[in-house]
């Protein structure tokens, strides 16, 4: 079992910065990959990132590439989102999530944290 909880989301400019992290409990943390997902009102939760187990392998929506960073710390059991150049069609609520399989398919996650919102203004 684990237990994911988002925090670092808020308001922010066009063009600013926010580094999102996830805490996770239990100490099977680092055997599981993690996602990152965002839902915009009235759409789909949909995949940003994804970083492997080792932090070796790491998966970007296209729309993020180049502006986000996910890392992993398992000493920690911490996942983060670095996120830079925010634009507004960013804002959503972010979600962290737990698989033993990962991807970029919210089907291949067991274990999802409440979300941290995420607000860009122009």
């Known amino acids: 079992q684990v237990q994911l909880v988002e925090s670092g989301g808020g308001l922010v400019q066009a063009g600013g910065s926010l580094r999102l992290s996830c805490a996770a409990s239990g100490r099977t943390f680092r055997n599981y990959a993690m996602g990152w997902f965002r839902q915009a009102p009235g759409k789909e939760r949909g995949f940003v990132a994804s970083i492997s187990w080792s932090g070796a392998m790491t998966y970007y929506t296209d729309s993020v590439k180049g502006r986000f960073t996910i890392s992993r710390d398992n000493a920690k059991n911490t996942v983060y989102l670095r996120m830079n150049s925010l634009i507004p069609e960013d804002t959503a609520l972010y979600y962290c999530?737990?698989?033993?399989?990962?991807?970029?398919?919210?089907?291949?996650?067991?274990?999802w944290g409440q979300g941290t919102q995420v607000t860009v203004s122009s």
């Open positions: 999530a737990a698989g033993f399989i990962g991807s970029t398919d919210t089907r291949g996650y067991s274990y």
